[in-house]
């Protein structure tokens, strides 16, 4: 059983910052990449950022110089800084992360539930 557990969500001003974080546990042997989605109203879910095992990073353009991802790879966690928040950053935050389960041969995607981020004034 594996769960990842969004957390940090919550109501920011335009400009703000805020981090959200997820933390994965269970039976999990390995972690792989690891990655921020968001859905706003209306829109189908958006790739955000990446990090893959070593660090390397990747981000959308919407949010690149503004967000950063990270990850601890000894707590299986990975975080989200954003700054300079808009309110077109307004969306429910997932967290993803591509592992390997003990005694699972494959590699398999899971989600977090979502954390909600709310951008206004």
């Known amino acids: 059983q594996v769960q990842l557990v969004e957390s940090g969500g919550g109501l920011v001003q335009p400009g703000g910052s805020l981090r959200i974080s997820c933390a994965a546990s269970?039976?999990?042997?390995?972690?792989?990449?690891m990655a921020w989605y968001r859905q706003r109203p209306g829109k189908q879910r958006e790739l955000v950022a990446t990090?893959?095992?070593?660090?390397?990073?990747n981000y959308a353009d919407s949010v690149k110089g503004r967000f950063t991802i990270s990850r601890d790879n000894a707590k299986n966690t990975v975080h989200l800084q954003m700054s300079s928040l808009k309110p077109e950053d307004a969306a429910v935050y997932y967290c993803?992360?591509?592992?390997?389960?003990?005694?699972?041969?494959?590699?398999?995607?899971?989600w977090g539930q979502g954390t909600q981020v709310t951008v206004s004034s």
């Open positions: 993803n992360a591509a592992l390997l389960r003990i005694a699972v041969p494959f590699e398999h995607i899971y």
């Open positions: 269970g039976d999990i042997l390995r972690i792989n990449d």
């Open positions: 990090i893959g095992s070593g660090g390397q990073t």
